[in-house]
């Protein structure tokens, strides 16, 4: 069992309540692929500059994440600055350098394409369609997207949306795309634009999913101390899609563990800077978190 | 089994993007009344001013609650204008006129004083004092508060949170009296100050729950249409105690099923501008739906 994720690869520099980092290994592939890795094998898609830190890419690898479609373009990394103050749900932007991100066009060796269980983590939609054209059969494609796209290329967006079976999107997101302020009708609009399936991330307050048979809610696992959220919703990912690839059913049960632990890997994400916790978690403290977490919300 | 809930009988004038009602019964004590009435007798403890309608008393009386200890005061009922937008989790407050409220001496009838039941509901944290007082035995206090009595008679709730079982507070109201960013934190730092449980509502995104023994936490019931949240936090209260008193017992399970209770009775009181869908609720209705969000949740 297999899954392929696309997305970035990130020099991340960030401060938050509980300290600062510079220049840490960052981006959706990233933390994605660190909660997937429990379940399956991970291939990553992605480019990186020439000024990639060759230790990272020697850090993925002792993980067990499948490199060879990670390609070194010439110029920068993409690098991602932010901040968050006391509302750990807000991520403050201060810089996006796109470096080599800008001209990437991703490619996926022959052995990779007959991967059914396909993640097009948050990136360009256009380069996203590309990667998905690349793919032979596909049984599971979920889709990430941000504000920026549904902003600036939202026709490229909606057409994906057409192509692909879950759509994961964050509550602003939701609301914006859709143009709904109530969660559960954001939710449904967005099924109608292609989707079969739609998670709305609710950073610290949880989860919402939606397809035409059910409706599953969950809270986040409650944490101690955040000490950062950045790729908490890519963790998510990683969590929820690996499980269902891992699984290779799609029954209602299915889906409601696979976000059980997506929501628990998500949890373990905020606990430490960057990839720190996830590249640490094991599959015997995850098992054991989403048991904690069903005695917490089971009455 | 008995209740006793001290708080406001209000004349609320809202606007939301369901609609817009003028001088329509609300306040904390009826809300929490509609609520509780379906697991117990409510006994209600209030003040109304000269100009109160009839039709109002009338109306609550037909639901079955208690009216012996409200009383009529000379002066204006107590006023509420306030407004939502669209985020609905939100209250613009536009004016409060607080009329007979503010020389508001609660009395207890002599044969009400054995109740041992007891919610005090969002009002001067003196008033809640002083009625506290009047009770002979108490097995279980529940106490509601908001951000202006924190700001302006923190001292006098701090000492009243000595002195009571169960704290419920909003987001906002949690993180500013404990001067904790992080709910859990917050929970705790609370607990510290008396209670020994505490519940932190958090409007859409549900509650969560803290004691020395448990977590517990649960999303709000997806609800599809919001037509107007004045009262969602007294109608959990309401479920919550009044769930409690009719079970008499306090254990890890009661209080599991109480929050889900409360949480269903929230989403009702949503569905209906000011008291009219939780008016007519029935328990049937409402353990259908505790069931249906039993569903939402269990993985």
């Not at 290329?153 to 302020?181: F, H, P």
Request: with cysteine; proline share 3%; charged share 25%.
């Amino acid at each position: 069992m297999s899954i392929i994720v696309l997305g970035t690869l990130a020099l991340d520099s960030v401060r938050t309540p509980s300290g600062e980092r510079q220049n840490i290994l960052g981006g959706s592939a990233a933390h994605f692929s660190m909660a997937a890795r429990l379940f399956t094998d991970v291939h990553l898609v992605a480019i990186v500059g020439s000024d990639f830190p060759k230790r990272y890419v020697g850090f993925l690898e002792k993980k067990g994440i499948i490199l060879t479609s990670v390609v070194k373009g010439e110029g920068r990394s993409f690098r991602w600055r932010g901040e968050y103050k006391n509302d750990l749900n807000t991520a403050i932007t201060l810089s996006t350098e796109l470096g080599v991100l800008s001209a990437f066009k991703p490619t996926v060796a022959r052995n990779q394409r007959g991967i059914e269980y396909i993640f097009l983590a948050n990136i360009d939609p256009e380069i996203q369609k590309h990667l998905l054209g690349h793919m032979r059969s596909t049984k599971l494609v979920g889709l990430d997207s941000m504000n920026y796209w549904i902003r600036n290329k939202r026709e490229s967006l909606r057409k994906l949306l057409r192509k692909i079976d879950i759509y994961l999107a964050n509550e602003g997101e939701a609301k914006e795309l859709s143009g709904e302020g109530n969660l559960l009708r954001a939710a449904k609009a967005l099924r109608k634009m292609g989707p079969s399936m739609v998670v709305i991330k609710k950073g610290e307050h949880g989860v919402l999913f939606y397809c035409d048979k059910f409706i599953f809610s969950l809270p986040a696992y409650p944490v101690h101390r955040i000490i950062d959220p950045t790729g908490a919703g890519d963790s998510f990912a990683g969590g929820f899609m690996g499980y269902l690839a891992k699984q290779r059913k799609l029954r209602g049960a299915d889906i409601k563990k696979a976000i059980a632990f997506g929501v628990t890997c998500a949890s373990f994400n905020v606990e430490g800077f960057g990839l720190n916790r996830t590249s640490k978690l094991t599959m015997k403290e995850l098992n054991c978190r989403v048991n904690k977490l069903r005695e917490c919300i089971n009455f």
